[in-house]
């Protein structure tokens, strides 16, 4: 029995990591429109960000980024006025989004993945409803598992969004690796006691990367998918 | 008479440091509008880069920017075509004009510099007509001295700029520090041989600022007002 056990256990690890994926900056162009999309709202409620300040927020949770926002502007806003700004920002990124476009290489990497049977799913720090186009533009919408902030008690950094991944995928998170654009997706990833993989399309900094923890960075899916092997997974050639 | 030089010497080093400062990124917030702007521009003579891929050219000159997407894209493109694209640009940033806002603390921070009688000029790879609304944001077209990118032969990284601005005002370069918000005017202030000092403003990381030779990295312009004694500038009590 533990020989078999053993045994199992040696042909599961040879199939290599499952792979988990953040949605906005790391398949989709969509960071840039949220960081407008923020400074927009933002300004409509009187805080004054800079662009930059937005960015190194983008891809946390929507009550962390608001809670960050009212703490550096030292102004107090109640549950109410907190809601009216999250809206502030959907209607400015709606705005927005007839310019979102896919990440070079995001749709072949998921063809990749598909072909070769490696697990995969996404976490998103998005609504169910708003993650909707962006998957479709992916063109994976039924295909994959993807975790809302919705379904989860915490969005990024908390490591709820890629627990609740491996769990629907029936795969232990030990065997998976997040692969992530910003600073909050490699938190979570180290919180779940998993292996983060930074891409520099979100604009975060390879050094930012490699600092919150990342095991490797890349460029972007498209290059990623030509350093499959260094994380252990094997295309067909 | 060599005594007297030496005095002259002595009292002129009192001063502290006469400040060149990059204007997109470092004094307005314009940066992400650029990175847009380019984007789309690129997409209409089927170049597809990553917005992240575009903000890390952002501070450069017209004519490298341009150079760096054609090898990039494996495409050739004519000195018509280039043109073409630039004008694009252009008119994509044109339409994003009512966004940009000054940084935090630009203002104050040039007041500052202005009440202390601390030497300033700005230094920027724009164009003189693309540099004029930001400077009337800033209220300062008349009382600083400005040098554009078609007032010289080589546009950032290439020192021409900063050094410009020093002969104008009559001070050695040596006697200069570069403020600016990418490694482009990092490397620009390096090749001048003087110190640059970066600001995160234009999204640029502290470590890439660093590596590229910074002396020191602050936040933005509001930031630098609370730390001008680092620089050895001493503004009033």
Known sequence: MANERSKERTKKSRQGPTLLFDLDGTLIDSVYQHI????????QVGMLFSNAAIHRRIGMSGDLIVRSFVRDSGRKLNPKEIEYLKKLHADAYKKREGEIRLLPGAHDLL????????????????????????LDMLGVSRGITVVTADEVANA????DLFLTCAERLGVD?????????STWDILAAQRARTLGVGLLSGGFSEDELLRAGAYRVYRDPADLITHLDELGVQPAE
């Open 111 to 134: 063809s990749v993945l598909s072909r070769e049977s490696i697990p995969t799913a996404i976490g998103t720090s998005s609504k169910r409803e708003d993650a909707q186009a962006p």
């Open 173 to 181: 998170i030990k065997d998976c690796m997040v692969v992530g654009d």
């Open 156 to 159: 990024k950094p908390a490591p």
């Open 36 to 43: 407008l999309a923020w400074r927009e709202a933002l300004e």
